[in-house]
T-cell receptor, first 117, second 112 residues
Framework: EAGVAQSPRYKIIEKRQSVAFWCNPISGHATLYWYQQILGQGPKLLIQ????????DSQLPKDRFSAERLKGVDSTLKIQPAKLEDSAVYLC???????????????FGSGTRLTVV | KNQVEQSPQSLIILEGKNCTLQ??????????LRWYKQDTGRGPVSLTIMTFSENTKSNGRYTATLDADTKQSSLHITASQLSDSASYICVVSPYNFNKFYFGSGTKLNVKP
């Protein structure tokens, strides 16, 4: 089974520039999450999609961050304009509702490491 | 408030030694608890998943325990190897299992 695919793996940009990340979840997974993980901390949820609808975006800095999942499959996360404090690893995860007990499908991608200089 | 606390924050051990990492949580109602290993610059990889009725689950040299009454879990690593150097993250999910609460992780460094 293919895992959660993310690209790019690394990105270096200057502050005030724009950047976009892409995520392709595991086939059939209805739920998709974007997390921001700052060095030395646990992942922080930015946005959660159920199919193409937003379930939770309470911690998404909406003045500069946006995300979409138009067809309920892959998703993009955009930052515009970037700030120095946006330097982090951006993780995508997906999950399948109705997984049989003990076999939850929640899986992470390898992440995109963003450095803002 | 749903929270997950891990200790210690960091740990250094010699290769071949055992170690135990702790996770305390207040997430309710509880559904499951997961331990993940995260190598630097990589996404977290699942080690174990435990539900309310499970007390112990092993994955090779990794053994997780769960006490749902005291809301505590531990991850025991036996005969550590250099490749065990990573961050270990505890993740707890309430009964609506599409929500996940993360600990800040324990950074383990195994030295030769």
């Amino acid at each position: 089974e293919a895992g959660v695919a993310q690209s790019p793996r690394y990105k270096i940009i200057e502050k005030r520039q724009s950047v976009a990340f892409w995520c392709n979840p595991i086939s059939g997974h209805a739920t998709l999450y974007w997390y921001q993980q700052i060095l030395g901390q646990g992942p922080k949820l930015l946005i959660q999609f159920q199919n193409n609808g937003v379930v939770d975006d309470s911690q998404l800095p909406k003045d500069r961050f946006s995300a979409e999942r138009l067809k309920g499959v892959d998703s993009t996360l955009k930052i515009q304009p970037a700030k120095l404090e946006d330097s982090a690893v951006y993780l995508c995860a997906s999950n399948s509702l109705g997984s049989r007990l003990g076999d939850y499908g929640y899986t992470f991608g390898s992440g995109t490491r963003l450095t803002v200089v | 408030k749903n929270q997950v606390e891990q200790s210690p924050q960091s740990l250094i051990i010699l290769e071949g030694k055992n170690c135990t990492l702790q996770c305390n949580y207040t997430v309710s109602p509880f559904s499951n608890l997961r331990w993940y290993k995260q190598d630097t610059g990589r996404g977290p990889v699942s080690l174990t998943i435990m539900t309310f009725s499970e007390n112990t689950k092993s994955n090779g040299r990794y053994t997780a325990t769960l006490d749902a009454d005291t809301k505590q879990s531990s991850l025991h690593i036996t005969a550590s190897q250099l490749s065990d150097s990573a961050s270990y993250i505890c993740v707890v999910s309430p009964y609506n299992f599409n929500k996940f609460y993360f600990g800040s992780g324990t950074k383990l460094n195994v030295k030769p």
